[in-house]
């Protein structure tokens, strides 16, 4: 079992930035391959971006790419979320996930199998 805790959301103005992260219990994380996704009210969870068990592949949302990088620390157990240039529609609730492979090819949340309880992210224009 995983157990996922994000942190670092909040409320910024247009233009601003925010670093989530995601920090993982179990000794297993290195294993894991991590994604974040968002979900805005009445809408679906969303990909956002993800990183394999080594960082050595990454994938993106069209949306965010060029705004948001993805990284993560095995020795710290922790995967990262930077964004910068946020826009309003970037406000959403922000979820960490893991799935117990090295890379996750299909940016679906069902590809996935442990979740962090979400991070609040505001984005005020």
């Known amino acids: ?23 993982a219990s179990g000794r297993t994380f290195s294993s894991y391959s991590m994604g974040w996704f968002r979900q ?17 592949t990454i ?16 020795a710290k157990n922790t995967v990262y979320l930077q964004m910068n240039s946020l826009k309003p529609e970037d406000t959403a ?14 940016p679906r949340p069902n590809e996935y199998d442990y979740w962090g309880q979400g991070t609040q992210v505001t984005v005020s224009s």
Do not use: H, M
Request: with cysteine.
């Open 93 to 106: 609730v922000y979820y960490c996930a893991a799935a117990q492979r090295r890379w996750v090819g299909v």
């Open 59 to 74: 994938s993106y949302a069209d949306s965010v790419k060029g705004r948001i990088t993805i990284s993560r620390d095995n």
């Open 1 to 23: 079992q995983v157990q996922l805790v994000e942190s670092g959301g909040g409320l910024v103005q247009a233009g601003g930035s925010l670093r989530l992260s995601c920090t």
């Open 40 to 56: 805005a009210p009445g809408k679906e969870r969303e990909f956002v971006a993800a990183i394999s068990w080594n960082g050595g």
